[in-house]
């Protein structure tokens, strides 16, 4: 009676689990690509608040961070951080800004190919658009309400910085609601962007620290 | 004349300050009956607590920045992550009185002068009992001489109010770095900074509340 009852559960949580996460078919795939691209092509600018929580396996709570993005085609990017601290990084001409509760930097990421790879890959993860074939091994999935893309680097060198990036997209709009990069399997960054908005003006000069 | 006497007293003052750093780092403390013979530092012995800081490392006029955390692991050790305000991690170690593991290190900053800086300064910032042996004073600290192998530990507990102020780590001759501790409560540090003496190497931890 009692391993019926275990079953039961088992076979309700497993139901559950597959319920979450669905592979996606092949015709569902083209149609999401597509539907990402078509969005992502619109994106001039885009502003968002976002909320990220680092989670490492042996602490007893996530680190929370949080503040705005702002991002202008076809590559200025810029982070900033407002709680608990104040510092933002500005990706620019093969260049990265930094100002860290006033003190300012600047490193040249010129010359740095892994850099500019993070970089293209964080601007792509924004704006939703890099399911790049040769860079990555990537699977798709479904929630409700909700698609996912796994993303698993091809290249060597930056497998060891990051071991899969997921993005999920809200289904209606075809946008990224939430970056997760992983370190490792107990590792990871998620970051969730909210109050999103598309194609305001926005001046140059807000890309400097 | 002018000249030679400007010459003298610079030749004087630079003298007076071999002199002084010369000297045994207690020279300049009043000796004082040992009232303890051992100290417990309150800092970082929480294993339930995560703590947490933003870290900014300035070593020869470079300057970085991240967040540091620790966590008491179990009764001798403690794990070390530094990572970007992003979140990639840095370096992951482990560290104990007799024990130090590197569990990752990006290869930008694997470098074995640097590990071992870096460990020496976690160690010590992480201690939890100090066998006491001498002690002095000065003005507003009590201060105890603990032995550390061939070197030797200066704790300061502040006068006033208690507080385990700083730590200075010295050799026979030389202070070599110091920890410099502010703490609201005397159970937790808010501000933790790591001066080196010999080299140019300065870190700084603000403690910071995540929402």
Known sequence: MQTKIYLFFFLIIGLSLSAQEQKM??????????????????????????????????????????????????????????????????FKNGKILINDEGKKSAVDIGNSKIFARINKLIVGSVSGNMFDDKEFTISYFKLKGLNLAKFVPKDATLKKYIKQIELTFDKEEATVVQVKLLESSEDYTRIVLKNKVINAKIDDSVFTN | MQK??????????????????????????????????????????????????????????????????????????????????????????????NDFKVNSIVSELDRKILIN??????????????????????????????????????IFISKKDHKLEKIVHSSQTKEKFTLFFNSENNIFAENIQIIHQNIKLKIELNYFKSE
Request: glycine fraction near 4%.
């Open chain 2, 117 to 154: 800086t870096l460990k020496e300064d976690f160690r010590l910032l992480l201690k939890k009992e100090y066998q006491l042996q001498e002690q002095f004073e000065n003005e507003s600290a009590d201060i105890y001489k603990s032995a550390d192998g061939k070197r030797d530990n200066y």
């Open chain 2, 4 to 97: 030679s006497t400007i010459q003298f007293l610079l030749i004087n003052c630079f003298l007076a300050i071999v002199l002084v750093s010369c000297g045994s780092v207690s020279k300049n403390y009043k000796p004082k009956k040992l009232d303890k013979t051992s100290y417990t530092v309150p800092y970082f012995s929480d294993s339930k607590t995560d703590y947490v800081y933003k870290t900014n490392i300035s070593v020869y006029g470079n300057e970085l920045s991240g967040i540091f955390i620790a966590k008491k692991i179990n009764d001798t050790t403690h794990r070390i992550v530094f990572t970007t305000e992003f979140g990639n991690k840095l370096m992951d170690f482990e560290i104990s009185e």
């Open chain 1, 25 to 90: 078919t092949d015709a569902e795939i083209a149609s999401f690509k597509q539907d990402v691209n078509v969005v992502a092509k619109k994106i001039k600018t885009l502003t968002t608040d976002f909320v990220q929580y680092k989670h490492l396996d042996f602490l007893s709570k996530d680190i929370e961070t949080s503040g705005k993005m702002i991002f202008k085609e076809p590559a200025l990017l810029q982070w900033q951080y407002k709680k608990p601290y104040n510092y933002s990084i500005t």
